[in-house]
């Protein structure tokens, strides 16, 4: 490892390098590696990406200058090609080809990890398809570092990228926060439009609870809390509040019952029914706690009715 990217590192792990450096493969030739690297401090890029970086025979970039900032950072001095979405179809022949011949690239976005709303993803997507190994270098995503500090349900969520633009779109994104298909959504936003996309949420969906990241893990990071009109004053009275980079983590209201789903049974037939299925052992019982409920639409001899018809239909 170069001195200048041990110089970043903490002591107790610079000191241990020596012994990992001779237990530890990195590179493997004719392979890609999917290296994350760090979304605002330098010392949170791992120790293997750092050796991967290194090692491989070529690192595809999204923007080789911001690329070319950061191995710089690290004393690393290795062929960079771009990898922007204006070129990755044309790239990926080429990348595939390196792979073919045995080279081991790696795969960077200009922070965190590639293909979250990045380029990158063509490349990979082709290169499992040949059988390529693709391996990952796991470091920082600003996705994943904004629920990690959300506070919110995270017993399942959907990352949706940036938060749509256009209002037909915006409309439609609105109708899956309020499907319920999940409690929490992930999306980035452009410091342009964050206003704008507040001012929606406040509006259409005022009883979501959201929690706003700006410029996650950097020198003047901020956490913006509350529903969405909370977040949205807070912001209006920020000067500096349209600078920077976003992760809105939005938490939807709990989807509400169906009104439709907490009709009475219509049929003194369907209501004895559904008492059985909730544990009443025979069509006597069930009558008594149809009777017990206290709103049952439905008369004592409709029941024992119903009841013997019931019964009827399943004598031989």
């Known amino acids: 490892m170069t001195d200048k990217a041990m110089e970043l590192l903490p002591e107790d792990i610079s000191d241990s390098l020596e012994i990992l450096k001779d237990k530890e493969v990195y590179v493997t030739g004719g392979t890609l590696y999917v290296v994350a690297t760090p979304i605002g401090r330098i010392v949170d890029i791992s120790v293997r990406a750092i050796k991967v970086l290194e ?16 191995l710089n950072i690290l004393g690393i001095r290795k062929e960079v090609i771009s990898n922007q979405k204006f070129n990755e179809h044309r790239k990926t022949e080429r990348f595939l080809q390196d792979l073919r011949d045995g080279k ?7 922070a965190g990890t590639p293909c979250i709303s990045d380029p990158g993803n063509e490349l990979i997507k082709r290169a499992v398809e040949e059988g390529f190994p693709v391996v990952p270098v796991p470091g920082a995503c600003a996705a ?4 990690s500090v959300s506070g919110f349900d995270l017993t399942s969520f959907l990352f949706c990228g940036f938060f749509p633009k256009d209002n037909t779109d915006r409309k439609k994104e609105l109708e899956r926060l309020e499907s319920g298909v999940t409690r929490t959504y992930i999306y980035y936003e452009s410091p342009k439009r964050i206003l704008k996309t507040m001012a929606f949420l406040a509006e259409k ?9 700006n410029d996650l893990t ?12 909370e977040v949205l004053d807070e912001l209006e009275v920020n000067p500096n509040a349209e600078k920077g980079e976003f992760t809105l983590i939005v938490e939807a209201p709990e989807k509400k019952e ?7 049974p219509t049929s003194p037939h369907a209501a004895l029914i559904d008492a059985m299925i909730g544990g009443a052992e ?7 706690a149809v009777l017990a409920e206290g709103n049952s639409p439905f008369k004592k001899n409709e029941l024992k009715e119903a009841a013997i018809a019931i019964k009827s239909l399943f004598k031989e």
């Open 55 to 70: 090692g491989v025979d070529l690192i595809a970039a999204e923007d080789t200058r911001r690329s070319y900032i950061l």
């Open 104 to 110: 081991s690239i790696a795969v960077i976005s200009d």
């Open 144 to 147: 994943v570092s904004g629920i």
């Open 205 to 213: 969906l005022p009883e979501a609870r959201v929690c706003l990241c």
């Open 218 to 229: 950097k020198t003047h990071e901020r956490f913006y809390r509350g529903s969405a009109k």
């Open 258 to 264: 169906d009104a439709t789903d907490a009709l009475p």
């Open 282 to 288: 025979t069509l006597r019982d069930a009558i008594e």
